[in-house]
Nanobody
Framework: QVQLVESGGGLVQPGGSLRLSCAAS????????MDWYRQAPGKQRELVAS???????NYADSVKDRFTISRDNVKNMVYLQMNSLKPEDTAVYLC?????????WGQGTQVTVSS
């Protein structure tokens, strides 16, 4: 079955960097668009970045020029490099895939940006 497992979250100071990873299984990974979402307390879940099978990327305006999504089709991994982090980036970050009409989510990894 489809599994998504995130890692790499933590506590970081404003201006710092983190790299999130998502290990995917149970799908033909190289054909699938992969997404990173985030959810902050009291806020709606927000699409942060996407990468399609051809490597084309899209970003939320709030993270453009600071975050970079990438994928490794050999390791079945998707990454989110986050630079110049701000307190408003604090959230649970979730890996997501839409496959055959079903939404699959990882368990999430907490990112906290605070001094």
């Amino acid at each position: 079955q489809v599994q998504l497992v995130e890692s790499g979250g933590g506590l970081v100071q404003p201006g710092g960097s983190l790299r999130l990873s998502c290990a995917a299984s149970g799908m033909i990974f190289r054909f699938i668009t992969m997404d990173w979402y985030r959810q902050a307390p009291g806020k709606q879940r927000e699409l942060v970045a996407s990468i399609d099978s051809g490597g084309r990327t899209n970003y939320a305006d709030s993270v453009k020029d600071r975050f970079t999504i990438s994928r490794d089709n050999v390791k079945n991994m998707v990454y989110l490099q986050m630079n110049s982090l701000k307190p408003e980036d604090t959230a649970v970050y979730l890996c997501h895939v839409l496959l055959r009409g079903f939404h699959y989510w990882g368990q999430g990894t907490q990112v906290t940006v605070s001094s």
